[in-house]
């Protein structure tokens, strides 16, 4: 794992609430209200049923499980062996035919390059230290005429103001030191690296949150949090 695209730090953090990942009141409640979202995002650009996707970055399998119910053939990556542990575990309570392995993006990439239909990366380049080489990893794992997601946070003040200081400190809806507004990444700095590698933009959208409903939206401020669609080419000929 020295070798991976990795802060330890990070693994063992998000490992540490493996046991409660499944819990929708737990300390991960907001990945489970915001992942309809998601999946409403990702099949507004892209079918799943028959389709080949893999969840890059799958924590315990909120995602996973979705696209997997959605049709698609699902598997999902990450380096945490015990959040792994907590999918897999969950996979079986559920009944799903899911896949998963402990292995980098960059590692899948380089034995399965082209072989995904779908390729989704949410909430974990902004945890990474290269985000750029994992959003050129996912691009090389997705077919010609492929559909790559990716959500993260933006580099703003107004995401300092709501994603840390709101939603980690006064509303306390992730646990604090969950994020580090460094890390956070510009729309403008994840196209560049989509381009990059030859990916063109399909949609963006950002994600809201009413306070006084307690409800997460879709809206076109992508201000905060924002999920990313990028298609590769088909290929020529």
Not at 63 to 76: I, V
Not at 111 to 140: I, K, N, W, Y
Not at 182 to 192: G, T
Not at 206 to 226: A, K
Request: charged share 20%; glycine share 10%.
């Amino acid at each position: 794992m020295a070798t991976d695209n990795v802060h330890i730090g990070e693994i063992e953090k998000f490992g540490s609430h493996a046991h409660r990942w499944w819990d929708p009141d737990g300390e991960l409640k907001t990945l489970h209200a915001v992942n309809p979202l998601r999946m409403q995002f990702i099949q507004a650009h892209t079918p799943l049923a028959g389709r080949k996707a893999v969840d890059v970055g799958c924590g315990g399998g909120i995602l996973t499980e979705a696209l997997a119910k959605a049709g698609a053939d699902a598997l999902g990556i990450d380096l945490s062996e015990d959040l792994l542990g907590t999918a897999e575990e969950h996979c079986r309570e559920s009944g799903l035919t899911v896949a998963y392995r402990q292995i980098s993006a960059e590692a899948l990439a380089d034995s399965q390059p082209g072989e995904f239909d779908v390729v989704t990366c949410m909430e974990m380049l902004e945890h990474v230290p290269d985000p750029a080489s994992v959003v050129a990893a996912c691009t090389r794992l997705a077919k010609p005429g492929g559909t790559v997601f990716f959500s993260t946070l933006n580099r703003s003040l107004k995401a300092y103001l709501l994603a840390i200081v709101g939603a980690e400190y006064l509303l306390r809806m992730i646990p604090r030191g969950t994020h580090d507004f460094a890390s956070f990444i510009r729309p403008s700095e994840l196209s560049r690296w989509a381009r990059d590698g030859g990916l063109d933009l399909a949609g963006m959208e950002g994600i809201g949150y009413n306070p006084l409903t307690g409800q997460f939206h879709l809206t076109s401020d992508i201000g905060v949090n924002y999920l990313a669609a990028f298609r590769k080419p088909a290929a020529a000929g």
